[in-house]
């Protein structure tokens, strides 16, 4: 086997990967998915977001990383008990990784804090599935 043959395959190889990332996200857009970036670990410097597509599965909301073969929500987060402790605009070195025009959210709950940057739409939304809580539940807004 040539150089060339090699260079085709790899070639290949890389072709087949981004057409499966296109696929996955579309899908996931489609099957009600918004664009989301997230991130966990907290830096002053804006670094540690991750753009992704939530999607919500009734008292969860399932987060998928654009980069990723997996087919498993990369997080989880449970409506019962999420707190919104701050909301804010994007620094300048942040809104590289966001959505348009989006608002960081900081959120907190039993298994800890992670920020989530969404559009305005898809905030409205998410704010809207937040206080929709079944009957009984108190309402965890924190402005």
Known sequence: MGITEIAGLILL??????????????????????????RSKFDDRGRGWHLGVGHYRGDSFAWFRVLSLGSRPDELISRDGLEID???EPTGPEAYAMPVGAT??????????VEIAMGPDALTGFLSWLESSPPGRSIPWAS
Request: hydrophobic content about 50%; charged content about 25%; some cysteine.
């Open 104 to 113: 960081v959210l900081r959120c907190r709950s039993a298994s800890g804090e």
């Open 13 to 38: 190889g890389v072709a087949i990967v981004i057409v499966y990332f296109a696929w996955r996200r579309i899908r996931l857009l489609r099957e009600g998915g918004v664009h989301v970036a997230l």
């Open 86 to 88: 701050a909301r804010r």
